[in-house]
């Protein structure tokens, strides 16, 4: 089933404890793409970027079965750049510089092949172009994946409830589903974001693993230990786009099986954050992934032992 | 098998979001006793009070099986007392108040019939008052858990090293791992500690759950998701002691059966925090556990499927 994703193509500069890179190859919808294309070919990308960006980079995707009819080039501007440094624990960052660029005037007008995508990704972005893409579709998609950022909850909060009011999943961390709701447990907090419209919830913990909720019922995704963790920049977005991948592939929006394509996620995840940029994401092979699936299976498997009472 | 349990009997002022209580009873060891109980009725004690502990706690504990031959009470005066008030997302605390009392002379003798238990939990204390207790024991245990602290890194440092050196389990959480070892990552923290002695590593992360290191091994064991976390307090404690009466009660130390001791632990620990002190824990039948062990299961599971690549 097709694929629509919207989100940035970017460059970013990146300080972690365990290097510096800069100007390397970033952005949601880049990360979403890469991660997808390993389970999908029939995605269609929603973007935007300047005349620095490489069209090298746009050619590889568009090998990986990455439909760029919606990709914008607009001359003579630069294409959206950020620059952040992670703190020596890796759990928090400090954005150093945002130039939006070609950002500031992005606003996204859909081809007509793209009208019908069953599986939607909205990236991290402006609410507005969020619903703009949404509003532009011919039919409700099958699913709806938002992400969306504590950014927005802080400056353009009506606007971004109306998003999630037309969205079936929200992934956001445990920081803002408690900022969203205003509770503090993440079961009550799932429970009122479920009432703003999303069935499912899915709450990124990061080295913690993922939470999904969905009707009362809880899966929870345990965070593979890694051992050098070298930048954490677009796991978020290797999460959704292996996830959103999967779903389209197996076309089953069940409970079940989203449990299944938050795994497919967290695998993704784990490699992004084992290199710089897309560096990890590029060369995975099918034995590398399923060996990874199985770690995460046997992470948590345990016997299920029913002791009577001494 | 066995259980030798050391720690402190307390009383406990406590504010979180969802209330105060003030000097309710508390302590390492009274956690540990009450969780281990459940599963185990050999549990000899040693701990400390004053006379303003009430003996009916003391009976209370003794009818559950708990030998109370270890327990000093020193006339005249006053029990360890601890007061805290848990911050508005209930992840940290400040420590408002704490008087050691009687705890400031605790030299433990083990009592003759405790010197061969086989099953030791070392609940969080001095590691002098640890180390010593190790060392009146008669025969090398079958397993000793020890339960520590960054306060103790912070000023005790050498001597905790000793204690961790003599343990087979050492029960911390990520920060503290992360100060210990001096490694960030959790993978290489575990390479480290296992380096000092303990065989078994267990990085308690609260809600979100618990990591079990072990020969190059990982067990992840999900956190479950509380409606209304009450009060923090004991969890710990109520973990640690979930597990050693599970372990002693099984009489078997592989890593498989300590992924379930873990299970077990964070049972009890799921419990604890549902109420001020013990008083959930005080009130659980067979089937409430046995249901909750049946969550924690589900909670995890999900279909592997492995895909082959588009």
Redesign the interface.
């Known amino acids: 089933m097709s694929i629509l994703t919207v989100g940035t193509m970017a460059f970013d500069s990146i300080e972690t ?1 365990y290097g510096k890179v800069d100007k390397v190859i970033g952005g949601a919808c880049t990360y979403i793409s890469w991660a997808a ?5 029939d995605i269609s990308l929603v973007s935007i970027i300047g005349d620095d960006f490489p069209q090298d980079e746009v050619e590889q995707l568009k090998a990986r ?1 990455v439909n760029m009819e919606g990709l914008v080039r607009v001359p003579n501007k630069k294409s959206f750049y950020w620059s952040g440094k992670y703190h ?3 759990n928090g960052r400090d954005t150093l510089v945002t130039d939006l660029n070609v950002l500031a005037d992005f606003n996204p007008i859909l081809p007509q092949s793209y009208r019908k995508c069953k599986y939607v990704m909205l990236g991290n972005l402006t609410p507005d172009i969020q619903l703009s893409v949404l509003n532009q579709m011919e039919e409700r998609p099958k699913l709806v994946v938002l992400d969306t950022m504590n950014f927005w909850m802080d400056i353009a909060l009506e606007r971004l409830m109306e998003v999630i009011a037309k969205v079936d999943v929200l992934t956001i961390n445990d920081e803002e589903a ?1 900022q969203l709701s205003g509770e ?5 907090a799932a429970a009122k974001i479920h009432s703003f419209g999303p069935k499912f919830l899915i709450i990124k ?1 990061g ?3 993922a ?1 999904l909720f969905h009707e009362g019922k ?6 593979l ?5 070298i930048d954490p920049t677009g796991a978020g977005d290797s999460f959704a786009g292996g996830m959103i ?2 779903l389209a ?2 076309n089953d929006t069940s409970f ?2 989203m ?2 394509a ?2 497919y996620g967290s695998v993704m995840a784990s490699f992004c954050v084992e290199d710089f940029s897309l560096s990890r994401l590029r060369h995975l ?2 034995k590398m ?2 060996a990874r ?2 770690q995460f ?1 046997s ?12």
Chains 1, 2 share one sequence.
């Open positions: 404890p294309s390993y389970w999908h070919k079965g020596k624990d890796m408690r503090h447990s993440l079961v009550k913990k080295e913690h693993g939470l809880i899966f929870f995704a345990p965070g230990p890694i051992s050098d963790v991948g999967y592939r197996t079940n099986n449990k299944t938050i795994i092979d099918e992934i399923h699936i199985r299976e992470l948590g498997l345990f016997d299920v032992v029913e002791l009577n009472l001494a």
